[in-house]
């Protein structure tokens, strides 16, 4: 069955960085597009960065120039790199991915961006 697993998370400064990890399985990594979601405390979850089966990547403007995409393919993992983080930043972070019309989703993982 399709499992994503996070992990990464934690607290950062403003201006610091934190490296998030997706380890995928269950289904054929390299076929499909994989991204990475938020969600902050009484707001919906929305997308922050979507990697595709050919690696092109997109990014929701307030993450743009911040925070990269990447994903090995060798080794059925997605990345999210985060550097100038910022308090607005603090949010669960989830990956996903829609295999057979399904989106499936990991557990999450918490950041936390405070001085």
């Known amino acids: 069955q399709v499992q994503l697993v996070e992990s990464g998370g934690g607290l950062a400064q403003p201006g610091g960085s934190l490296r998030l990890s997706c380890a995928a399985s269950g289904f054929t990594f390299r076929n499909y597009a994989m991204g990475w979601y938020r969600q902050a405390p009484g707001k919906q979850r929305d997308l922050v960065a979507i990697i595709s089966s050919g690696a092109n990547t997109n990014y929701v403007d307030s993450v743009k120039g911040r925070f990269t995409i990447s994903r090995d393919n060798a080794k059925n993992m997605v990345y999210l790199q985060m550097d100038s983080v910022k308090p607005e930043d603090t949010a669960v972070y989830f990956c996903?991915?829609?295999?057979?019309?399904?989106?499936?989703w990991g557990q999450g993982t918490q950041v936390t961006v405070s001085s």
């Open positions: 996903s991915v829609r295999v057979l019309g399904r989106d499936r």
